[in-house]
Antibody
Framework: QVQLQESGPGLVKPSGTLSLTCAVS?????????WSWVRQPPGKGLEWIGE???????NYKPSFKSRATITVDKSRNEFSLNLNYVTAADTAVYYC???????????????WGRGTLVTVSS | SSELTQDPAVSVALGQTVRITCQGD??????ASWYQQKPGQAPVLVNY???NRPSGIPDRFSGSRSGDTASLTITGAQAEDEADYYC????????????FGGGTRLTVL
């Protein structure tokens, strides 16, 4: 079955760039899905960052639009997140997730990665 | 901007029924989806659309919608249902953003 796996550095320095990759296995990233990044600061709720379609089209939460870039690599069947100018407030578990929409007005995240903790600290 | 509002905490006696709600204007146009998250684990989808459960989710989890409020009902709550529950849907603004509720911590007594 389809699986998602996040990877990337677990520690990033303040003002640096957080870079994560989500590998899609058991299926194609070129399916009719949007691929998202969601984060969860320690002890807090879930926050959507942005998403990408295999065509390269993207949507971002407005508060991340100036700092986040999501890209797709169809040849490697993966998508990535870059988040610039990080601060301690960006410390969180970062999840990649697949967006599904089997019918109009019905959207959900049907598949999640296990998540990876990224700590922003000097 | 749109948002989804959930009660921070709810409790239920073992075997009883509990309803977790999620309120937001965009729920008039988009169905909510619901996720269960246990400590140290990724969220798991438990209900979506007009009351649909993914394979493997017990039928004690049901979803509904009335106006701008979506509900997740657990009928006969079990100890293993103790978790955080999040609702989620698309934004109504036309920008196709996603939104999450703040989460509800369910305690099974």
């Amino acid at each position: 079955q389809v699986q998602l796996q996040e990877s990337g550095p677990g520690l990033v320095k303040p003002s640096g760039t957080l870079s994560l990759t989500c590998a899609v296995s058991g299926g194609s990233i070129s399916s009719s899905n949007w691929w998202s990044w969601v984060r969860q600061p320690p002890g807090k709720g879930l926050e959507w960052i942005g998403e990408i379609y295999h065509s390269g089209s993207t949507n971002y939460k407005p508060s991340f639009k100036s700092r986040a870039t999501i890209t797709v690599d169809k040849s490697r069947n993966e998508f990535s997140l870059n988040l610039n100018y990080v601060t301690a407030a960006d410390t969180a578990v970062y999840y990649c997730a697949r967006g599904d929409t089997p019918m109009p007005m019905v959207w959900f995240f049907g598949l999640w990665g296990r998540g990876t903790l990224v700590t922003v600290s000097s | 901007s749109s948002e989804l509002t959930q009660d921070p905490a709810v409790s239920v006696a073992l075997g009883q029924t509990v309803r977790i709600t999620c309120q937001g204007d965009n729920l008039r146009n988009y169905y909510a989806s619901w996720y269960q998250q246990k400590p140290g684990q990724a969220p798991v989808l438990v209900n979506y659309g007009e009351n649909n459960r993914p394979s493997g989710i017990p039928d004690r989890f049901s979803g509904s919608r009335s106006g701008d409020t979506a509900s997740l009902t657990i009928t006969g709550a079990q100890a293993e249902d103790e978790a955080d529950y999040y609702c989620n849907s698309r934004d109504n603004s036309g920008y196709l953003n996603w939104m999450f509720g703040g989460g509800t911590r369910l305690t099974v007594l």
